[in-house]
């Protein structure tokens, strides 16, 4: 199979996904990894409603407040607001498209996920068609299970597409590269039950802290 290379005339743009319900140390710790081992730039993209997981709690105006003060002073980080501003589900097929007709046809695009979100790939909408957008960043976390990893490759049929970092560039889509990720407990998850019940955690940062204090949410 082949794939399609670009002559890398401009970094790999990289996208990170997610709810970010709250974004936290993590999130931002993720896309930094891309950015550097890549020369990237990282848009986080957060989720207007997400198909495969509960609404989030916080409304799509204080999400995105909270995820533009994470990145204010993380250069190569920025904010898409394209899936806040589409009706209906948030397929991440339908963003990787938009990008692509936005970016052309040359620029390595990438997806950035996490290796349990990769395990559930095939219950994405249309997960076929990712690799041919785009190319796949799988984080993987210090300790994590990677026999998972491996089942979902053979069970799509893309272990041919493993390729190393430095393939990114120079391929605007279709291969899979693993990309060591930040070693944490955080998830939002945590953090929102940390703050119904009146705490604080580490991984909380400051000037979303102060966001969510001002606007007292999850309580």
Known sequence: MGFACSPALRPPLVVLGGTFDPVHRTHIALALSARDALGAEVRLIPNADPPHRARPIADGSHRLAMLRLAVADQPGLSVDTRELERSGPSYMVDTLLSLRAEIGEQRSLCLLLGSDAFAGIARWHRWQRLVDVANLLIAIRPGADESLVMDTLRSCDWMQRQRLLEDVASNRSGVIVFLPM????DS??????ALASG??????LPAVAAYIDQHRLYR
């Open 199 to 204: 705490s604080r955690e580490a991984s909380m």
């Open 188 to 193: 939002s998850t945590t953090l929102r039950a």
């Open 182 to 185: 930040p070693t944490s407990e």
